[in-house]
């Protein structure tokens, strides 16, 4: 794994085709409480996180997503893994806002975008759960949008979305909002997508700007070699995979099956553990 990661360009900034994911950093599995237990036990300190980060780092992945500003203890492990590799990190943050139309609100979601800042996130994505509220099939539009996006490049950040919904994708781009890039869920098993497959790769490769795949492994429903391969294998150049991870272990797995896919090559990785292996399962 001598390679460093291929890179791609967003928003004038140049960053890693593979993103670090935080879900199965922060306890957020899609599977069960206990493991969600299991993985705020694992990684409920800093110095734990930094040693997953770390590898990431030293291979040339060097952006990392999720609820940044909620998860000091996350923010604390970016800066340990940065001191100990000597790389930095680039931060894209996914805050929820409060989109409400009054000025409170907009005085709320101004001070959360801020805060994105002050964090260190170069990226400001506001949560899918945030911006939904605001699209009007009817009109085709994201109702308010332009004001949260100004509010991000006020505080000097690159705005994009954080989309579940693909018409967030379709949307912007029609009405060519300021976003730079798009976060989209997008796996082969059509896991919490919200229509099937085939039409979120359509959706991709006509978005005018590139997209940040997310949950590319089905939350675990499928293997890192099936997930990655499939997501690497049908997204453009541009686009990159958010990859979440447990362990440093499991951070090298998933960084050599992806550059493997990337090359056109077997990843060169161990057989996995059996009771009783015959002599084909062995190496």
Known sequence: MG?????????GVSLSRMII????????????????KMIRNRNSAP???????EVFLNSGVDAIMGPLGDNAHLVDAIKIAEDRTGKGMIMIDTPIINVD???SARKEAERIIARSKKTGAT????????????????KKIIDRLPDYLKMIRDHDMIPGLSCHMPELVIYSDLNEYDVETYIQIYNCMSFLMQVEVEYIHKVIWDAKKPVMTIKPMAAGRVSPFVGLTFVWHTIRPCDMVTVGCLTPEEAAEDIEISLAALEGRPPRLGGRSSPKKTEIMKD
């Open 3 to 11: 390679n460093l990661f291929p890179r791609t360009d967003v928003g």
């Open 21 to 36: 994911g935080t879900n199965w950093i922060l306890g957020y599995s899609h599977t069960s409480l206990a493991a969600d």
């Open 101 to 103: 139309d009054n000025d």
């Open 123 to 138: 990226f400001c994505l506001p949560h899918h759960a945030s911006v939904e509220q605001l699209v009007n099939k009817n």
């Open 47 to 53: 110095q734990v996180i930094a040693d997953i980060l």
